[in-house]
């Protein structure tokens, strides 16, 4: 075989190989969120569930009633799997990731789902639902 044919059959195989991609897979994870609160000014610190897509986080899940409800930009987390992200309204935000959503399993925006199942046992999924019911036990917030 030529040398050209072997460059051809080389630039073949290394373009059939899959990608790799860098980073988590895309998903929700857990993370420890430090920023100064503007009311208390002083440095605060939540564990919260965070949205990652394309190594980039998307969204900080804040409990109900966060002073800053504006849009973060996606911001690129390191190999460290740290980030700092600065809000529309400017508020700074340090990202540090702690692992899968489950690691946040007391996260200050989590609670145990208020639903019950058909045995009458409560639910024991956690939801940022602000309702407090699960995907699963919607229904049951509407009854209420």
Known sequence: ???????????????SLPSC????????????VTFKHEEKGKMTKYKLLV???DNQLNSIRF???????????????????????????GQMYQVEMKGPAEKCLNATNLV???????????????????AGYCWQH????AAK
């Not at 991609?21 to 420890?32: F, I, M, N, R, S």
């Not at 409990?63 to 309204?89: F, N």
């Not at 919607?138 to 917030?141: C, D, L, M, S």
């Open 63 to 89: 409990p109900e009633g966060h002073y800053d409800t504006t849009a973060i930009p996606p911001t690129i987390i390191s190999d460290k799997g740290t980030c700092t992200v600065v809000s529309a309204k």
């Open 112 to 130: 145990q789902c208020m639903g019950r199942a058909k045995n009458g046992a409560r639910c024991k999924r956690m939801t940022d639902n602000a």
């Open 21 to 32: 991609k860098k980073g988590a897979p895309d998903g929700q994870y857990c993370a420890e």
């Open 1 to 15: 075989m030529k040398i050209s044919h072997l460059c051809i059959l080389g630039i073949i195989v290394f373009s």
């Open 138 to 141: 919607q229904e049951q917030a």
């Open 51 to 53: 949205e990652v897509q």
